[in-house]
């Protein structure tokens, strides 16, 4: 067997041990917080525990150990707890998230009390809508458009349209395409996945596929022309600026390369937009966001600040999801996935209770960040890749035990 292969795997297993190491026990279940450290538990699926239940999914799909579907459904079982009283309605914050975890338990593990939790969660949602929105936030992280894709992926078509309606009327007309506010009140646009144009994108993409509403299909070709017009690179690669005029300045950089502000996530949005609409243009526009990935130099720490977090969200994690996607569907091959995992490895602080990362801040001291558990910047993100990478690498099925509600499933 391959020692990439061996190390891969066990590096994910290490990870997931840690987690596991991390859970404590609450009045309904598994009980993570973000961080040991921190004062509360987290139920979300950016940072906490509903990310965390969809990790130990993908260890009990790979390699079949009873402890991870144990997990999964105790966990589960105080996100669904939380569902009642839980504040934030958006995917990656709030309820619309949790029901993307819960919907898997019940589905993967059987859970009658997960599926009844997702039930509830969306008439909560529901409940909460204003005729145009759920809160300040507009974007995919926190609004929405994260909304929309939590709902079809727990297959409530009703609730998607719902969400994604708003922004047939809310679009600003630019030179180029749409574009719109990411946040009430804000006036920079910002262009990528996470919070910006590219993410509404994506949901307007998904859902006016599921539902045949080609009028939202239209609207999301609109804004991904926005953003194509604003590429910086040659011909050759892809890259847009954060936002226009700039978010914070003082402390956002002009241009990132990660998932949620750059061409890693971005490639993500093309691969949706090529599985709708059926052109080949927006791969080729895949193809350029890869090439300008792999000469930005990454994953090497360049200067501080370039390239400081492994995790799936801002880090080299969520790159390697994308080379794992470029593999099934277009024969990519995996030498710089084997870069990625090659540094995920080298980042690693591993002991007795496992693996685990710790992020940087170069602008604080100590530097080193707190490991986190959470698939945003965590275990559970990097493991869930960790997994699937070694997967590939033994020739077995690619696909996750659950489809993520903003990466589009892999098919060769």
Not at 301 to 324: E, H, K, M, Y
Request: include cysteine; aromatic fraction near 8%; hydrophobic fraction near 40%.
């Amino acid at each position: 067997m391959p020692e990439a292969l061996v190390d891969a795997q066990s590096l994910a297993v290490m990870s997931l041990d840690w987690l596991m190491s991390s859970a404590q026990e609450g009045e309904s279940g598994l009980v993570w917080k973000a961080t040991p450290s921190d004062a509360g538990p987290d139920d979300t699926l950016y940072s906490g525990s509903a990310g965390i239940v969809l990790a130990m999914l993908e260890g009990y799909h790979h390699v079949g150990d009873e402890r991870y579907a144990i997990a999964a459904a105790r966990g589960a079982s105080t996100v669904a707890s939380a569902v009642g009283h839980w504040v934030d309605s958006s995917l990656y914050f709030g309820l619309a998230g949790m029901a993307v975890a819960l919907h898997a338990v019940h589905d993967q593990l059987g859970e009658h009390f997960a599926g009844e939790a997702v039930k509830l969660a969306a008439e909560q949602i529901r409940g909460r809508f204003d005729g145009e929105r759920w809160g300040d936030d507009f974007e995919l992280l926190a609004g929405n458009a994260g909304i929309a894709l939590g709902a079809l992926s727990v297959e409530d078509l009703e609730l998607a349209l719902l969400a994604v309606t708003p922004y047939l009327r809310t679009a600003e007309r630019t030179a180029h395409g749409v574009q719109w506010e990411d946040r009430a009140g804000e006036a920079s646009r910002l262009h990528h996945i996470s919070h910006g144009t590219l993410g509404i994108v994506s949901s307007l993409a998904a859902v006016g596929g599921a539902c045949g509403q080609p009028e939202l299909t239209a609207l999301a070709l609109a804004g991904a022309a926005d953003v194509v017009a604003r590429n910086e690179a040659d011909a050759t690669g892809f890259l847009v600026p954060h936002s226009d005029p700039q978010y914070r300045p003082d402390l956002v950089e002009r241009f990132s390369y990660g998932w949620c502000h750059g061409p890693a996530g971005d490639a993500q949005v093309f691969r949706q937009l090529a599985k709708v609409t059926g052109d080949s243009g927006w791969s080729s526009l895949g193809d350029r966001c890869w090439s300008t990935i792999i000469g930005s130099g990454l994953p090497q720490q360049l200067r501080p600040g370039f390239w400081d977090n492994s995790g799936r969200c801002c880090g080299t994690a969520g790159v390697l999801a994308l080379a794992c996607d470029r593999f099934v569907e277009h024969d990519q091959d995996m030498d710089f996935a084997h870069v990625l995992v090659d540094d995920l490895r080298s980042r690693a602080t591993i002991d007795a209770d496992g693996a685990r990362w710790s992020n940087v801040e170069h602008r604080a001291t100590p530097s080193a960040l707190e490991p986190e558990v959470g698939w945003a910047s965590g275990n559970a993100g990097i493991a869930r890749e960790l997994l699937r990478f070694a997967r590939i690498k033994s020739g077995q099925e690619p696909a996750y035990a659950t489809t993520w509600p903003d990466q589009p499933s892999a098919v060769g």
